[in-house]
C-alpha cells in the first residue's frame, strides 16, 4: 500500500501541472479515503485529527512535507510517508494525543506554505516531525541560515546604440529535473554558461554587445533556461562559432544522460536590417561580467588547513551562495542571490563578500529576507526515536540505527520553529529503501518506551 502511493502520484504527474494540482491530488485521494481536509489561502493542505478519548493531555503531534511540482519526483518518500499517516488516521487502533499531518506549499522553493502558514495549527509544545527524502535515512535538529539578496546594476543610461554588424542567439534549455536523477554531476548552471562566455568575449578583447538576457524565474531553484543575445562584427564570427561550437557539444555531452532533453544551440543572425538599434550599455554589461566572475556561486567549504570550529559537526560545507535568477527590465539588471550558511556569522561572512563585489563594479547590493538557523538541543525526541527505529521494526541486522546528522543545508524547519512556543522539532530524511521503516516508527510512537503520543 506505502508503494502503490507513489506509484500512483508517479503515474499521474504527466496530467499535473502545478504545486496546487499536486495538491488538489492529494485533497482528492484523501477525499476517497474518507479523510476530511482543508486548504488555507497560501494552498497548504491540512488533515486533523482530535485527540483519542483520555489522549487529549497528550503533547499534538505534527507531520510537516514541502510540495513543490519542480521537485516532486525526488520527494516521493517523505509524501508516501505523510499520505499512510493521514491514512491511518482512520484506524481505531491509533490512539493518542492530536495529530496534524500538513502538506506545505513549496512553490520553485520558495517555502511560502511555511512562512505563511498560521500559527494555530502548530500548537504550543508540539512534537513537530519534518519530511523529506535523500539517498540516505537519517535524524537531524540543526539546518542552515537562509538569505535572499539583490545586486542592482542601473546606470543612469542604461541602454547604447549598436555598432555591431552580426547577432548570435543563444539558446540553453531543457535542464528539467528527471526523476531520481543519480549523477556524478550536480545540476547544469545556465548562469556559469553566461559568466563562461562573458569571460572569453573580454579576454579576446572582442568587440561586442549585448542585446538580450533572458533567464527563466525558478524561484529560489538554479534557473533552467538562457536566451542570449550576442552581438559581434563578422570578422570575429567564424571564431567565436569554432569555440561555441566546442563548448556546447561538451556540455551537452556531460549532461545528456541525466536530462536527456538538455539543449545548448545557436543561431546566426547577418541581415543588419533584423538586428536590434539598441544594446546593454557597455558598462552595465563590463559590470555584469566582472560581478559574475568574482562572487562566488557555489558551495563554500572548509579549507584542508582550516580549523573546523562550528561545533565538531563534521561538516563538508559551511555555506552556499548561489545566483537563483537574472531579472532585465528597461535594460538594467538584477541578479537575485540565495545565499545559505551555517549560522548568522558565515551568513554575514558571505553576504559581506556579495556586497563588495557589488560596490567595487558600481552596483548596489540588498539584503530582501533573513532567515535563521534551526537548532533544537531538546535531546530526548531524537534518542527515543532512535531507539525506536529498531525497536519497532524487524531488522536482520540489529546493529541498524538511524544516524543524526547535520542538515548542510537551509530547511523548512527554521520556518516553524518562529510558529510557537516550546516546540521539539526533528527533520527525518527517507531513502526509498527505508520509508517503510520510517513510517512504521511513527505510527507506532504511542509504543515508545514513554508510551506517549501516536
Known sequence: VYHNYSLDL???????????????????????????????????????????????ALPPTIICVDIDYQTINNNLSDISTAQYIVAAANDKNLTGGPLTVIFLNNENDSKIGAENLDPKFIKPESNIFYLTSNDISYSSRSSFARSISQIEINNENNVEN?????????????????????????????ISQLQSILTRLRSKSTNFQIANISVDDNGNLNPRSLEFDLLINKYDLDSYTKWLDNKSNKFVKKYKKDYPDISYKYEVVSDVNSLPNTVFNSENIKSLSNILYTIKNGDYSFNDNEENNTKNQDLRIYGKNYISGIETKDYSIKLNILTEA?????????????????????????????????????????????????????????????????DEEFTTCSYLLEKNDNLNIIHLSISR??????????????KWPTGKWI
Request: hydrophobic share 35%; aromatic share 8%; charged share 25%.
Open 342 to 406: 551555517y549560522d548568522k556569522t558565515y551568513l554575514e561572512q558571505i553576504n559581506t563578500e556579495n556586497s563588495t563585489a557589488a560596490s567595487i563594479f558600481n552596483a548596489k547590493y540588498t539584503i530582501e529576507k533573513d532567515i535563521p538557523s534551526f537548532e533544537n538541543k531538546h535531546e530526548l525526541l531524537i534518542k527515543m526515536l532512535a531507539k525506536a527505529y529498531t525497536k519497532v521494526n524487524l531488522f536482520t541486522n540489529r546493529n541498524a540505527t538511524l544516524p543524526e546528522k547535520w
Open 10 to 56: 508517479s503515474a499521474n504527474i504527466e496530467h499535473l501541472n502545478s504545486t496546487e494540482d499536486i495538491l488538489t491530488y492529494i485533497s482528492d485521494w484523501a477525499e476517497r479515503q474518507g479523510v476530511p481536509s482543508q486548504m488555507d489561502e497560501y494552498k497548504n493542505l491540512i488533515f486533523q485529527k482530535p485527540a483519542t478519548n483520555g489522549k487529549e
Open 162 to 190: 549598436r555598432n555591431c554588424d552580426t547577432m548570435i542567439k543563444i539558446k540553453i534549455d531543457g535542464i528539467n529535473p528527471s526523476a531520481n536523477i543519480i549523477s556524478k554531476h550536480k545540476e547544469p548552471s545556465v
Open 433 to 446: 529503501n527505508d520509508g517503510l521503516n520510517i513510517t512504521n516508527v511513527l505510527l507506532n510512537y504511542h
